[in-house]
């Protein structure tokens, strides 16, 4: 192949530059964009040779530079992608796909350098504080002449709850993301090294020390090699522990740390605009995590599982503590001779010489007249003892009825509880202030106690109310409790039933367990939460949340099996279980305030809800939703049954929390999170709320700290402004009305399209690569709820992943456009005037608009029409022609609305560097899914081909390869499901 003139840097800024949208006026962006492309260059030539760089010179070339695919038929692309062997394909997938994720590397360092840059400029007052920030929202709440004492009643009961799953969607090895976290650190070294002139256009960087950013280039250029060399796919499913692993990473590299800045950032925002007020509690921002403990479709989870994963959160967020005693005592270094000492402090030194003479011993001479290290020395050993024991509990495991010996032993010297290690470190903290001392580092620990205490992150059962009833029906009829089957019961007669044995004393299931091993398992859970109590205290895990809730037996079936546990006391109608239904289908959503009524209207779950502060939890589902609704009819139906419930709950006196649902993509409720809670009506918030983190999102979101601390401020500020200032809509009925109208007609154009289409399913499975990513091994958590292929059983995120690969991108906007042109052409004038009003006006309604205009952005129906002529198997040409033609035509249409309504030219013009991004992946991701389309046609043709060359490439080969394309659009497309 003849080498083009330009190389792969010089060949990207050529592209840049040829479109106005993508202008690229950063000097430090462009040239780390720069940086990275030569490194990955030079690397490519050392590993591959000229011709693999040559090669994806002129993939690139080849395709269009506005970012979508060439016209069909792009014969020149298709004849060199088709000419690759095997090892020429893969090696070409996996450079793109390092190319996307060095991008990657880049732009997320580039928006941390914003954010701090924007953090600066606000502090020193050379620009206005940036919108969504705690300095933006209190002088705006000043400025609004919002009462201070209603800002004093929303801040001491903010409840923000941020809940980690192990949801399927990290689709990048966590061997790769350690690499990347090195990478993202040496390119921060080398940014402190650089210094750019005054030409934004035409950036010539100079460096302090030449020679260092000499050496950090070849470090750069090294760790590219061993990634290189690194095999991008897991080898092996990851177990439920490995999950555990992944992701309390961020956790212990990024957020422990982070909360209390956070903290901090609040109150001084707060005592600027309003001196008088207090500050929240610590632990006003907390986190939950599913990871190990939501068994819903995951036969992994066990009993066992979950007891090992708080056992391991445990121990994780000790050696936290232990390390930050280790820093207090270097801190503390006060003399008994300079330095007054509190009566307390010493008090505690004489008890504390009693039950541990040997740490007496061992530091009474190297800290004399040091109260304070002696004391933390103290401290340290009973943390060290706590995870001694913890050590032992986890290898006892849960079903241990006494705990060995050595443990017992170490009971007397170990802390029983975290309230117990807060109760020394403000001992401390106190004898400090009445001397005029302060400590920082202190005050940060007691923070981080505050909010994870001896459990760092709080972990919700969940299981599929099918489990429960199931349970149930086997118990009664083994033991022959009722009359007739539990399963034959309406759902009066179930609700009757269970009140009355809710009120029982005596125990319905026995303490030997001879039923099914699903009924055992779930009988099982519900003991091991009990232990798990009383291990580790309510706080660790308290929440058990029910998907695919449909009635209030649903709940009441969970309560008794609580009961049974020892969870629920029949005596006094308390217990320590919260019980929240998820509804996830349309309509489950629509049911829902009236199962909430009827739970509300029973005297016992009214009592049993005093014993929760009078606060019910409900969750609700959006990727289930979606998938049954598509996006416009899912996002309405959530946000009328928020109203409703809200409504609801008020009329019973009751308080509520909802729980959001939210995948990463749009197409599960994924988006800006700022903007999503703004969208929620009303004082559906009300100062609590509580989000599913997941998959692609904690990378996004939490792998570096500036990012994490800006995303978590964001948060926290959306539910304050949300609870304060809540949007307009809910006196205009006409707004809800035509959005009603609009969901309607959307929803029939989709479902017409998903579930009426015979050969819809077949279209799904042909012209997406959902097999194959159905193979990856990146979860323990199978993709279907069963081994059927239908879309019943394909769980949301399959289903999302696969549109995605291909670029279909159809759950996050199918549907939309027929719905708004349709309404728009009953009153064009009239209704265009709503519905650009609504977009100007309505967060709800301009967040849904943003969120299908991002979509279609990085849709390209060039590439997937592409997938459709190649994957299509024989027999099916003129159908699925029809269904892409369907699907095209809705495209357009909706392209065309949205632009109409928001008034852009293009799509994203609201959002320049949103534009930026897209664009620039696109150009790119277009040659590699015509590498994975032609991957994809040799593995399925594998079997029957035995003529043709290519077969003498095993389909385990052929699977790889097609895998390591998955990989590469992923990081392109910077989602998956």
């Known amino acids: 192949m003849n080498s083009p003139a330009v190389s792969l840097s010089e060949s990207l800024v050529q592209i840049v530059n040829s479109q106005n949208t993508l202008r690229l006026t950063n000097s430090r962006l462009r040239y780390r964009l720069k940086i990275v492309e030569d490194l990955l260059e030079s690397v490519l030539l050392k590993e591959c040779g000229q011709e693999l760089v040559d090669l994806l010179r002129r993939l690139r070339d080849m395709c269009s530079p506005e970012g979508q695919a060439p016209e069909y038929p792009a014969q020149e692309v298709l004849k060199v992608v088709e000419s690759l062997d095997l090892n020429e394909a893969i090696t070409a997938a996996r450079a793109f796909a390092m190319y996307f994720q060095l991008i990657n590397i880049v732009e997320q360092r580039h928006e941390q350098e914003e954010t701090s840059q924007s953090r600066i400029n606000s502090l020193s007052g050379?620009?206005?504080?940036?919108?969504?920030?705690?300095?933006?929202?209190?002088?705006?709440?000043?400025?609004?002449?919002?009462?201070?004492?209603?800002?004093?009643?929303?801040?001491?009961?903010?409840?923000?709850?941020?809940?980690?799953?192990?949801?399927?969607?990290?689709?990048?090895?966590?061997?790769?993301?350690?690499?990347?976290?090195?990478?993202?650190?040496?390119?921060?070294q080398l940014d402190q090294l650089t210094v750019f002139n005054a030409d934004e256009q035409d950036p010539i960087p100079t460096f302090v020390h030449s020679w260092e950013a000499e050496s950090l280039q070849e470090q750069l250029a090294e760790e590219i090699r061993l990634w290189w060399r690194t095999d991008e796919l897991n080898q092996a499913k990851p177990t439920v522990l490995d999950e555990a692993d992944y992701t309390l990473h961020y956790f212990q590299e990024v957020l422990f740390d982070a909360i209390p800045i956070l903290y901090d950032r609040l109150e001084f925002a707060m005592?600027?605009?309003?001196?008088?007020?207090?500050?929240?509690?610590?632990?006003?921002?907390?986190?939950?995590?599913?990871?190990?403990?939501?068994?819903?479709?995951?036969?992994?989870?066990?009993?066992?599982?979950?007891?090992?994963?708080?056992?391991?959160?445990?121990?994780?967020?000790?050696?936290?503590?232990?390390?930050?005693?280790?820093?207090?005592?270097?801190?503390?270094?006060?003399?008994?001779?300079l330095s007054d000492v509190s009566e307390g402090i010493l008090n505690s030194l004489s008890q504390d010489q009693v039950q541990m003479p040997e740490v007496y011993e061992t530091n009474s001479i190297k800290f004399r007249q040091e109260p304070y290290r002696l004391k933390l020395a103290y401290i340290r050993q009973r943390l060290e003892n706590t995870r001694d024991r913890n050590a032992q509990v986890r290898a006892n495991g849960w079903q241990a009825s006494e705990y060995m010996?050595?443990?017992?032993?170490?009971?007397?010297?170990?802390?029983?509880?975290?309230?117990?290690?807060?109760?020394?470190?403000?001992?401390?903290?106190?004898?400090?202030?009445?001397?005029?001392?302060?400590?920082?580092?202190?005050?940060?620990?007691?923070?981080?106690?505050?909010?994870?205490?001896?459990?760092?992150?709080?972990?919700?059962?969940?299981?599929?109310?099918?489990?429960?009833?199931?349970?149930?029906?086997?118990?009664?009829?083994?033991?022959?409790?009722?009359?007739?089957?539990?399963?034959?019961?309406?759902?009066?007669?179930?609700?009757?039933?269970?009140?009355?044995?809710?009120?029982?004393?005596?125990?319905?299931?026995?303490?030997?367990?001879?039923?099914?091993?699903?009924?055992?398992?779930?009988?099982?859970?519900?003991?091991?939460?009990?232990?798990?109590?009383?291990?580790?205290?309510?706080?660790?895990?308290?929440?058990?949340?029910?998907?695919?809730?449909?009635?209030?037996?649903?709940?009441?079936?969970?309560?008794?099996?609580?009961?049974?546990?020892?969870?629920?006391?029949?005596?006094?109608?308390?217990?320590?279980?919260?019980?929240v239904p998820l509804f996830e289908t349309v309509d489950d959503l629509r049911r829902a305030p009236l199962v909430l009524q009827e739970l509300f209207e029973l005297p016992l779950y009214r009592c049993y809800l005093v014993s929760h502060q009078n606060l019910q939890e409900v969750m609700l589902g959006y990727s289930d939703s979606n998938k049954d609704s598509g996006f416009l009819s899912s996002n309405w139906e959530i946000y009328k049954a928020q109203k409703a419930l809200q409504t609801t709950s008020q009329k019973y006196g009751v308080e509520l929390r909802i729980f959001h649902g939210r995948g990463g993509s749009v197409g599960r409720g994924g988006g800006p999170t700022y903007e999503a809670i703004l969208a929620q009506p009303g004082h559906s918030i009300d100062g609590r709320i509580k989000i599913t983190e997941q998959g692609e999102v904690l990378a996004s979101k939490y792998s570096l700290p500036e990012i994490a601390l800006y995303n978590l401020e964001t948060i926290a500020t959306a539910v304050i402004q949300a609870g304060l200032l809540p949007t307009s809509s809910d006196t205009l009925p006409s707004w809800l009305d035509a959005m009603e109208d609009l969901s309607v007609r959307s929803r029939e154009v989709y479902r017409d399209l998903i579930y009426e289409q015979p050969k819809l399913v077949d279209f799904f499975h042909q012209v997406t690569p959902i097999e194959e990513i159905s193979q990856l091994q990146i979860s323990s958590r199978p993709a279907r709820r069963a081994g059927k292929r239908d879309l019943g059983s394909l769980r949301a995120i399959p289903w999302v992943f696969g549109w995605t690969q291909s670029r279909f991108l159809l759950p996050s906007w199918y549907g939309v456009g027929t719905a708004l042109e349709e309404f728009l052409l009953e009153n064009p004038e009239g209704h265009l005037t709503l519905l650009q009003f609504f977009y100007a006006k309505w967060p709800f309604f301009k967040t849904a608009i943003s969120r299908v205009e991002m979509t279609l952005a990085k849709t390209d129906l060039q590439i997937a029409h592409h997938y459709v002529r190649e994957l299509t198997e024989p027999g099916y040409e003129?159908?699925?022609?029809?269904?892409?033609?369907?699907?095209?035509?809705?495209?357009?249409?909706?392209?065309?609305?949205?632009?109409?309504?928001?008034?852009?030219?293009?799509?994203?013009?609201?959002?320049?560097?949103?534009?930026?991004?897209?664009?620039?992946?696109?150009?790119?991701?277009?040659?590699?899914?015509?590498?994975?389309?032609?991957?994809?046609?040799?593995?399925?043709?594998?079997?029957?081909?035995?003529?043709?060359?290519?077969?003498?490439?095993?389909k385990k080969e052929l699977l790889r390869g097609a895998l390591l394309t998955v990989n590469g659009i992923a990081a392109g497309m910077r989602n998956t499901g």
């Open 271 to 337: 005592k600027d605009s309003f001196p008088a007020l207090k500050p929240p509690q610590y632990n006003f921002c907390k986190f939950g995590s599913w990871v190990g403990s939501d068994r819903d479709g995951n036969p992994f989870v066990t009993p066992a599982v979950t007891w090992q994963t708080a056992c391991y959160q445990r121990n994780l967020v000790l050696e936290k503590y232990i390390a930050s005693i280790a820093k207090l005592s270097s801190l503390l270094s006060l003399s008994q001779n």
């Open 878 to 954: 003129e159908v699925f022609d029809r269904l892409f033609t369907q699907i095209s035509l809705e495209y357009q249409r909706t392209c065309n609305v949205v632009l109409h309504i928001s008034g852009h030219k293009q799509l994203l013009d609201e959002d320049r560097d949103l534009q930026r991004s897209v664009q620039l992946r696109n150009g790119s991701i277009v040659p590699l899914g015509f590498i994975q389309a032609s991957l994809i046609k040799r593995l399925r043709q594998h079997s029957s081909d035995t003529i043709n060359l290519r077969s003498r490439y095993s």
């Open 126 to 188: 050379e620009s206005q504080f940036p919108v969504g920030t705690f300095r933006w929202l209190f002088p705006e709440l000043k400025r609004l002449n919002v009462p201070p004492r209603l800002i004093q009643s929303l801040v001491d009961n903010l409840d923000i709850q941020l809940v980690f799953t192990a949801h399927p969607t990290e689709i990048v090895r966590h061997t790769i993301r350690d690499k990347q976290r090195s990478i993202a650190k040496m390119l921060k």
């Open 405 to 579: 010996q050595s443990t017992k032993a170490l009971e007397d010297c170990a802390y029983k509880s975290a309230s117990e290690f807060l109760e020394e470190l403000r001992l401390i903290q106190n004898s400090l202030q009445e001397t005029d001392l302060t400590c920082k580092a202190l005050q940060y620990l007691i923070r981080q106690v505050e909010v994870y205490g001896f459990h760092l992150a709080h972990l919700d059962i969940r299981q599929e109310s099918g489990r429960h009833s199931d349970a149930i029906a086997e118990i009664a009829d083994t033991l022959k409790i009722l009359p007739s089957s539990y399963n034959h019961m309406n759902e009066a007669e179930r609700v009757q039933w269970l009140v009355s044995e809710l009120q029982s004393r005596r125990p319905m299931i026995p303490n030997h367990l001879s039923f099914s091993d699903k009924t055992n398992e779930t009988v099982s859970t519900f003991r091991m939460v009990t232990k798990l109590q009383k291990e580790f205290s309510v706080d660790v895990c308290n929440t058990y949340v029910i998907s695919m809730n449909h009635s209030v037996s649903d709940i009441l079936e969970v309560l008794l099996l609580a009961k049974e546990a020892g969870l629920y006391d029949p005596a006094t109608g308390t217990g320590t279980l919260s019980v």
